[in-house]
């Protein structure tokens, strides 16, 4: 049976916008028919994949997200002593193992060759493009199609990241990677929306001629405690690291400890939000994935009372546990499987705990 970890975190944020829309201000959704203030997984991804646990405790087993591959096996090419001429025409035939190649403006005198779509590439494979350039600079002649396709992309290999979030190549299928881990997007347990604060600044040579502002200028925000779900499938996670164990244990532990304190870092300079979850529940085993947002789908500002809360805080959690505590009664004769809490409020449980728990989920 396939072992899952399931994570349900609760963090309060202050007035802060760390996950934009198209027009600048915090990401909105209407759940339950009431408005909610909302983070993408792509921007908690984001976070999670730049936080410290990751860029320390997993060094060296990070890949690279980029369009920019041709670039630098050119430039990997000429610090290896090759002529540019030979390393854009060996980076030619390396670079579209990834995608189309471009050049949008060929009549600059330093024009870049880049992919038409943004590629996942994995340490391994980037050392394995740089080593094929360089055969081809040489002047080895190179497979073509698949075969040299073959030479590069790999199904599985120590890349925490594109084991945990996957990544799609369209031209190349049989590469794809589907993701280990799946991150819901967050959204506020009440109702809330976003809100409009007008600025100004102040021209600090003009202190007496002119009492106008300097400048002015407006930007959105929002308040609100968010929920946040994830689901890890541990076997496919060891599977994407290549069967490596060891690794998937340190990914595991990399991902639970940054949950609770990574946030998206949209406006952080203008809102310092550095919030830390409240709330955490990990849970272990083998049943069917259920994420919780049930819970929240008529807003706890108003059940309050239903709750027994005074507040949004202690009310999310009691919404989310009296959920928890419902369904195992009815799907699984009341029975609760294998969890961890961490519970700011009360001050129970630790996050060390909890990262030793899923550390385990990895047998």
């Known amino acids: 049976m396939t072992t899952f970890v399931q994570f349900h975190l609760l963090t309060a944020y202050g007035p802060s916008n760390p996950n934009r829309d198209d ?24 976070a999670l994949r730049e936080s410290s646990f990751f860029a320390l405790d997993l060094a060296d087993h990070a890949g690279t997200r980029t369009k920019r591959l041709h670039e630098k096996l050119v430039e990997g090419l000429v610090a290896d002593g090759v002529a540019l001429a030979e390393a854009q025409k060996a980076a030619d035939q390396v670079a579209v193992i990834f995608g189309k190649l471009d050049t949008p403006d060929k009549k600059a005198v330093d024009a870049k060759t880049v992919a038409t779509t943004l590629a996942f590439i994995s340490p391994d494979e980037w050392a394995l493009a740089h080593d094929l350039a360089a055969k081809a600079a040489a002047g080895e ?21 594109i084991a945990m979030f996957g990544r799609m190549l369209a031209d190349d299928p049989e590469f794809n990677r589907e993701a280990a881990v ?10 809330a929306q976003a809100e409009e604060d007008w600025y100004s600044a102040v021209d600090d040579l003009n202190k007496a001629e002119d009492t106008g502002a300097g400048h002015l200028g407006e930007h959105g925000f929002g308040s609100g405690i968010y929920y946040q779900y994830i689901c890890v499938n541990v076997d496919l996670l060891t599977a994407n690291l290549n069967g490596d164990k060891a690794l998937a244990k340190k990914a595991m532990a990399a991902l639970a400890s940054a949950l609770p304190v990574t946030t998206p870092r949209g406006k952080q300079n203008s809102h310092a939000h550095h919030p830390m979850a409240y709330y955490m529940r990990a849970e272990r085993g083998p049943r069917a994935p259920r994420d919780l947002s049930g819970a929240f789908f008529t807003p706890v500002d108003a059940r309050l009372r239903d709750l027994g809360a005074n507040d949004l805080q202690t009310a999310s959690i009691r919404a989310m546990d009296g959920t928890v505590a419902n369904l195992d009664k009815c799907y699984h004769a009341g029975a609760a499987e294998d969890y961890r809490i961490l519970n700011a409020l009360t001050g129970e449980g630790t996050l060390a705990e909890i990262v030793a728990f899923a550390e385990g989920a990895v047998a």
Do not use: Y
């Not at 990401?27 to 921007?43: D, E, I, T, Y």
């Not at 497979?143 to 992309?153: E, G, M, N, S, T």
């Not at 799946?182 to 959204?187: L, R, S, T």
């Open 141 to 161: 002649d190179l497979p073509k199609d698949k075969d040299l396709k073959k030479l590069v992309l790999r199904k599985a290999d120590g890349a925490v990241d």
């Open 23 to 46: 027009q600048g201000r915090p990401k909105q959704a209407m759940v339950g028919g009431s408005p909610r203030l909302r983070m993408s997984s792509q921007s908690l991804k984001r």
């Open 182 to 191: 799946q991150v819901a997007h967050a959204i506020t347990t009440h109702r």
